[in-house]
């Protein structure tokens, strides 16, 4: 225990921002998601504001969006009605406020029953048969390193899953 607590007293979070086009980053996490994505049958959308390069810690965003794609095809794939056009996934760019960019990812997946609303990014926590509770787990936390914040909201079960990431808005001045 004593050596756990000296080696946290230690710990740092690095954060290094990066000047990045949201838009472009959108299309390079779709492009790894898309090995999983596009034999699955799943739809991707995207509608995304026109925005200014914005200064963010880059590693963590494509960290979050990646876990929230995956998270959001296997609910997809989870939903055992799902017929052909009925699997889908959409991602979201835009400002919620002059300060503030939101990042959403949608999907029409199993949905979250309310009860389980609010343990969702907990470590440990998963519906899933062979799951770890890891993913959302690790995205909430880099997003609270990053001083983002992270929520879901779902209709409950059958009606998918809205995923909303809310970061600074810093644009570049370049």
């Known amino acids: 225990v004593q050596i756990v607590a000296l080696q946290q007293s230690h710990a ?8 990045v086009v949201v838009a472009e980053l959108i299309g390079d996490v779709l492009s790894l998601e898309a090995s999983e994505l596009e034999p699955a049958g799943i739809t991707v959308s995207r509608k995304e504001e026109p925005l200014a390069a914005i200064l963010v810690d880059r590693h963590k965003l494509v960290l979050i969006l990646s876990t929230l794609l995956a998270n959001a095809r296997e609910a997809v794939m989870a939903k055992e009605d799902a017929g052909a056009g009925a699997r889908w996934v959409a991602v979201h760019a835009g400002k919620s406020s002059a300060e503030r960019l939101r990042l959403e990812v949608l999907d029409g997946g199993v949905g979250i029953a309310a009860e389980d609303q609010s343990r969702i990014f907990s470590f440990g926590y998963t519906t899933k048969p062979q799951g770890h509770g890891f993913g959302l787990h690790a995205a909430a936390l880099a997003a ?25 808005f810093e644009p570049t001045h370049d």
């Open 12 to 19: 740092r979070v690095i954060e290094i921002k990066e000047r």
């Open 144 to 168: 609270e390193e990053a001083g983002w914040t992270l929520a879901c909201s779902s209709e409950g079960p059958g009606q998918g899953a809205r995923f909303t990431l809310e970061l600074p």
